[in-house]
């Protein structure tokens, strides 16, 4: 098997290279078993007909038994380095859009989790751009992720068509292309699950949608993906409750951004009453 399956993974084997570790999938904490892949409980009634417990929270990535082990080699970040920027994207920002990947980028830089919060439209992804050049030329590895296929398969177009030399891979579930290491991961948050400090920066783009912002399990993958001294941004619109009090906290640095290209405020809305009924 070639070892670079393993860099910053945890993966289900019978046999790995001796440069790996393994540890079981399923461990026996105060008498109940948990999965340490996706660190949930597996419920009594969880067994295959031989009685050996499973766990069913993660079945989707493959079926991992208490006789499964669980093996992985610590990231070791190689990857070419860039000279230049790798940034190929040839678009332009408008001076707010500007700024506000000025800011993005200063805290990426600082290494601090962070919060773009910017209205639809506005250009987030584009206003990563720069603080992503930034860090693929540090030679840091990066995982972009969402928890809807549909987004992932729409960026990764537009990544590589932004960073046309950086190899990049593009995970979800049924995807007809192996698993490759690369700098550059585009994913869902459920395939999170598989790494274990991988990533130097993560990008959770649509941290609000579903599952993601009520699954405290793909929370957990992200915090389990990237590595101690990593970091974050979360990218939304609508920022939910809980991060509104991780801003209120200043647990989270925040770029806000309420306006859009064009530079035009969101029309407000208006009510209008209709009658009805008809002419008596």
Same mark, same amino acid.
Not at 96 to 101: I, S
Not at 194 to 210: H, M, P, Q, S, T
């Given at each position: 098997?070639?070892?670079? #399956?393993?860099? =910053?993974?945890?993966?289900?084997?019978?046999? @790995?290279?001796?440069?790996?570790?393994?540890?079981?999938?399923? #461990?026996?904490?105060?008498?109940?078993?948990? /999965?340490?892949?996706?660190? #949930?409980? !597996?419920?009594?009634? *969880?067994?295959?007909? &031989?009685?050996?417990?499973?766990?069913?929270?993660?079945?989707?990535?493959?079926?991992?038994?208490?006789?499964?082990?669980?093996?992985?080699?610590?990231?070791?970040?190689?990857?070419?380095?860039?000279? *230049?920027?790798?940034?190929?994207?040839?678009?332009? +920002?408008?001076?707010?859009? &500007?700024?506000?990947?000025?800011?993005?980028?200063?805290?990426? #830089?600082?290494?601090?989790?962070? +919060?773009?919060?910017?209205?639809?439209? @506005? %250009?987030?992804?584009?206003?990563?751009?720069? @603080?992503?050049?930034? @860090?693929?030329?540090?030679?840091?590895? !990066?995982?972009?992720?969402?928890?809807?296929? *549909?987004? /992932?398969?729409?960026?990764?177009?537009?990544?590589?068509?932004?960073?046309?030399?950086?190899?990049?891979?593009?995970?979800? =579930?049924?995807?007809?292309?192996?698993?490759?290491?690369?700098?550059?991961?585009?994913?869902?948050? &459920?395939?999170?699950?598989?790494?274990?400090?991988?990533?130097?920066?993560?990008?959770?783009?649509?941290? *609000?949608?579903?599952?993601?912002?009520?699954?405290?399990?793909?929370?957990?993958?992200?915090?389990?993906?990237?590595?101690?001294?990593?970091?974050?941004?979360?990218?939304?619109?609508?920022?939910?409750?809980? +991060?509104?009090?991780? +801003?209120?906290?200043?647990?989270?640095?925040?770029?806000?951004?309420?306006?859009?290209?064009? =530079? &035009?405020?969101?029309?407000?809305?208006?009510?209008?009453? !209709?009658?009805? %009924? =008809?002419?008596?």
């Amino acid at each position: 098997m070639d070892k670079t #399956q393993l860099f =910053g993974r945890r993966v289900p084997l019978t046999q @790995a290279p001796p440069e790996a570790t393994g540890k079981p999938a399923l #461990q026996l904490v105060n008498g109940h078993w948990q /999965c340490q892949r996706c660190h #949930q409980w !597996v419920a009594p009634q *969880d067994c295959l007909p &031989h009685g050996v417990p499973y766990c069913r929270h993660c079945l989707n990535l493959g079926r991992l038994t208490k006789h499964t082990k669980l093996y992985t080699i610590p990231e070791p970040n190689q990857f070419l380095k860039w000279s *230049d920027s790798p940034l190929s994207w040839a678009g332009t +920002l408008s001076e707010q859009q &500007h700024q506000a990947a000025l800011a993005v980028c200063r805290l990426v #830089q600082a290494q601090r989790d962070q +919060l773009l919060w910017a209205v639809t439209g @506005a %250009g987030k992804t584009e206003m990563v751009y720069p @603080a992503l050049a930034w @860090a693929l030329q540090r030679g840091w590895r !990066v995982a972009w992720t969402s928890p809807r296929v *549909d987004v /992932c398969l729409e960026l990764a177009p537009r990544l590589a068509q932004a960073f046309a030399a950086v190899p990049q891979t593009v995970l979800y =579930g049924g995807q007809p292309a192996p698993y490759r290491y690369c700098q550059l991961t585009i994913c869902t948050t &459920h395939q999170l699950l598989r790494f274990e400090a991988a990533f130097d920066w993560i990008v959770v783009d649509e941290v *609000d949608a579903f599952p993601l912002a009520t699954s405290p399990m793909l929370q957990r993958a992200i915090v389990q993906a990237q590595k101690p001294a990593g970091c974050h941004l979360y990218l939304t619109a609508t920022p939910g409750p809980d +991060l509104q009090r991780k +801003l209120k906290r200043h647990q989270l640095a925040v770029t806000y951004l309420p306006l859009r290209y064009h =530079g &035009h405020l969101l029309p407000p809305l208006r009510t209008k009453l !209709v009658g009805a %009924g =008809g002419p008596g």
